[in-house]
T-cell receptor
Framework: GENVEQHPSTLSVQEGDSAVIKCTYSDSASNYFPWYKQELGKRPQLIIDIRSNVGEKKDQRIAVTLNKTAKHFSLHITETQPEDSAVYFCAASLSGTASKLTFGTGTRLQVTL | NAGVTQTPKFRVLKTGQSMTLLCAQDMNHEYMYWYRQDPGMGLRLIHYSVGEGTTAKGEVPDGYNVSRLKKQNFLLGLESAAPSQTSVYFC???????????????????FGPGTRLTVL
């Protein structure tokens, strides 16, 4: 089955700096890669996703890049703000398999003033 | 729309007791999922359903059973709870037809608020 590794497990940045979280996946057939944000005590919520036919996707301060050859994808957050503090999860899935998601182990991002 | 809801929010069980967690969604989604979340391990898929009357095993199904008698509900059962089942349980659902919500993604899984279960 699919295996997703995520690094780092914790990340501390100063407000205004950029943050980068990286994930690798094992199944070359995976074609959908979402990122979820989970605030303390809350449910995970999708912040951005990318399909394998696209190399990069951007939404305001958030961007995701995908390297299919190397089987890794990354989340980039620019101009970080205190409200970006949360746990971020990457995931991978294959269309046609009930969209089952395999999640990474999460990155706790702390944005300090 | 309430989205995805879960009942109960918290529960404490003794080893060997049984219970059922209820997930309900009012978005007419076909796919539904049960995950467990443990510290340092992310979310792991327990069981899932691709439609009313269907269920399938996920990554960590042992000790759990599920049922999807109605499209809007997905039940997760623990027949004989064990301390290893202490976790936060999340339900999720996904659309398979129609247009995604404004600003949303067709593939997005919508999560419920979670149930915190402690087995003593």
């Amino acid at each position: 089955g699919e295996n997703v590794e995520q690094h780092p497990s914790t990340l501390s940045v100063q407000e205004g700096d950029s943050a980068v979280i990286k994930c690798t996946y094992s199944d070359s057939a995976s074609n959908y890669f979402p990122w979820y944000k989970q605030e303390l005590g809350k449910r995970p919520q999708l912040i951005i996703d990318i399909r394998s036919n696209v190399g990069e996707k951007k939404d305001q301060r958030i961007a995701v890049t995908l390297n299919k050859t190397a089987k890794h994808f990354s989340l980039h957050i620019t101009e970080t703000q205190p409200e970006d503090s949360a746990v971020y999860f990457c995931a991978a899935s294959l269309s046609g398999t009930a969209s089952k998601l395999t999640f990474g182990t999460g990155t706790r991002l702390q944005v300090t003033l | 729309n309430a989205g995805v809801t879960q009942t109960p929010k918290f529960r404490v069980l003794k080893t060997g007791q049984s219970m059922t967690l209820l997930c309900a969604q009012d978005m007419n989604h076909e796919y539904m999922y049960w995950y467990r979340q443990d510290p340092g391990m992310g979310l792991r898929l327990i069981h899932y359903s691709v439609g009313e009357g269907t269920t399938a095993k996920g990554e960590v199904p042992d000790g759990y059973n599920v049922s999807r008698l109605k499209k809007q509900n997905f039940l997760l059962g623990l027949e004989s709870a064990a301390p290893s089942q202490t976790s936060v349980y999340f339900c999720a659902s996904r659309m398979t037809s129609g247009a995604p919500p404004r600003g949303g993604s067709y593939n997005e899984q919508f999560f419920g608020p979670g149930t915190r279960l402690t087995v003593l």
